[in-house]
C-alpha cells in the first residue's frame, strides 16, 4: 500500500487588487481556486498548466512562501497552514524547492560553498568540518567536483548552476522536493541531464517529488502521476501514462494534442482552443473552461463541475458521470 506523505484540501490563495485614492480593495484574482490533492512516498506527481494558471502558486503555497486563503494543508499528519514559524523551520527541513531560473536563486556574493552551507546553518546541522565535507559530497552527488566549491555562480553554465540549486535542496536530506518548471529555462539536451540526474537522485535518497511544469513532454518523461490546471482549478488528474493514452477532459486534450511526436509519417490533428485566457480576477461563472470549449453545454456556463472519478481517473468535466 502507498504511504501518505501529502495531503491537499479545498487550498485557495486570493490576491486582493486593490485601486482609488484611498487605496481600497476592487476585486481579487483567484491564482488557486480550490484544489485538492495528494502526494504519496516516493511519486512525483507532475503538475502542468499554460502561463497563469496557478501552478507555481501552489508551490509556493506548499512551501508556505505565501500564506494560503483558505484550505488544508497537511504533511506527514503535520496541519502546515496553522504552524508557528519556529515549528514551520523543523518542517522545511523535510520540504524543499528547487526554482525555476538557476541565477536568480543563486546569492551572486556567495561562493558556492557558502550557498550550499547555509541550509545546514540555519538548520543547526554539523559542525564546521561536517559541513564542509557534506558540501563537497553532495557536488560530487549533482555532477559537478568538489574543487568547485569555492567558485561564485556567474562562473558557471545554466545547467551547472540548476545541479548546485538541486544540491542545496539536497543538503538537508528532505523527504519532499517542490521542482517549479526546473529546466525550462535550459538548453533542450541540457535539460535532459537535469531530468536524468533529478530521477537518479530520487532513487538514491528516496525522494519524494511535486515536478511542475508548462512542458508535457517533460512531465511524461519524470511523473508518475499528472494533475492539469487551468485558471487556478485542478482539472484532471491520473496515472502519467493514462493520461496521455486517454485524456477526458476537453483543455487535456488540446494540450495533448499541440505536442509534436518526433516521426514525419505520423499525422495528427491539432485542437485549437478557441478565444484567449480569461482573467483570473474574473473567471468564468460555472466550468472555467467553458468559454473556450468546442463541447460547452448549457450546464457548464451555469454550475461548476465536480471532480469525478472516471476509470480512476479524477476529471472536473460535465461530460462525464461516475
Sequence with gaps: MPELLLEVKGLKKYFSINGGILGRK???VKAVDDISFSVNKGETLGIV????????TTGRLLMRLIEASDGSIVFEDKEITKMSKSELRKVRRDIQMVFQDPYASLNPRHSIEQILEEPLIVHGIGTKEERRKQVKEMLEVVGLS???AKRYPHQFSGGQRQRIGI???????PKLIIAD???SALDVSIQAQVLNLMKDIQTEFQLTYIFIAHDLG????ISDRVGVMYLGRLIELSEGEELYDNPLHPYTKALLSAVPIPDPDVKKETILIQGDLPSPSN??????????CSECMDICKTTRPKERVVNGHYVACHLYKE
Excluded at 544540491?167 to 536530506?173: D, E, G, P, S, V
Excluded at 460555472?286 to 473556450?292: E, L
Design 181 to 183: 518548471e526546473p529546466v
Design 218 to 221: 517533460v512531465v511524461r518523461h
Design 26 to 28: 476592487q476585486g481579487e
Design 283 to 292: 473567471p468564468p461563472s460555472g466550468c472555467a473552461f467553458h468559454t473556450r
Design 49 to 56: 498548466g499554460e502561463s497563469g494558471c496557478g501552478k507555481s
Design 146 to 148: 568538489s574543487y568547485h
Design 167 to 173: 544540491a542545496r535542496a539536497l543538503m538537508t536530506k
